[in-house]
């Protein structure tokens, strides 16, 4: 109980930058593996990796033995992000911004012409065969994230769009299908998948890489306050 107050003490100084850090934690499916002044280690079951925050080098030092092995690893400060993706040989996506829901409130639906509903697993190949990210993970993510629950967007009666959860916890897989564009669907789904998280009990949080305007835009069109710093997903190449 000690390192896991030492580590919510630690997150909350930066809440926004560790919000995916804080989720974990908060719904048990973490491994708290260090907790300190000079940093936060842990490992998630759900999405099978690290997550880290390194205030400084002796920090760092104490986090690689753990990272060796992993074939995921998300860092949050800058500092040591290429000599983490060189010294574990991995590779790196666009760093990130993280965007949460802050208000005390949930926020209201934008009216559409159409229907929010859950899908069921029915629609997961539908779902693969239209998002634009389908090749990570394949169809049993996406059956995975349809089990975690994930929301359509439907006009007259077909389905326009579609939202749903990472498996650390992270809004994600939105997609408005070409033909329903620039209808306002975006923010429909994102923030029905807001009011989602929180009738969960979840933080409201999503992952917008740095040079995805649009996205960004669309995060604070929508309410969600995006932050400063950013962190990054590190990869291990499959052999």
Not at 122 to 127: D, G, K, M, S, T
Not at 218 to 230: C, P, R, Y
């Amino acid at each position: 109980m000690e390192a896991n107050e030492t580590a919510l003490t630690y997150l909350n100084q930066n809440k926004l930058l560790y919000l995916n850090m804080l989720e974990v934690l908060r719904r048990g499916s973490a491994e708290l593996l260090y907790a300190g002044e000079d940093g936060v280690l842990l490992y998630d079951r759900g999405a099978e990796a690290h997550m880290l925050s390194a205030r400084n080098r002796g920090a760092l030092e104490k986090f690689l033995p753990f990272l060796e092995c992993s074939d995921i690893v998300v860092g949050h400060e800058d500092w040591y992000r290429e000599e983490l993706t060189q010294r574990l040989g991995m590779w790196q996506e666009t760093p990130c911004y993280q965007a949460a829901w802050l208000a005390e409130e949930p926020p209201e639906l934008p009216p559409f012409d159409g229907k929010l509903r859950p899908l069921g697993l029915e629609w997961a190949p539908f779902i693969f065969a239209h998002y634009g990210k389908s090749d990570i993970g394949g169809l049993p993510h996406i059956e995975e994230a349809v089990r975690q629950g994930m929301l359509g967007a439907f006009v007259d009666g077909e389905l326009a769009g579609f939202v749903g959860f990472h498996p650390e916890g992270s809004i994600g897989l939105l997609e408005v299908l070409p033909p329903y564009r620039r209808r306002g669907l975006g923010e429909v789904l994102l923030l029905g998948a807001v009011r989602l998280a929180l009738e969960r009990g979840q933080y409201a949080f999503g992952q917008v890489l740095v040079d995805n305007a649009p996205s960004l835009a669309l995060q604070k069109k929508a309410g969600l306050t995006v932050s400063e710093d950013t962190l990054y997903w590190l990869f291990r190449p499959e052999s």
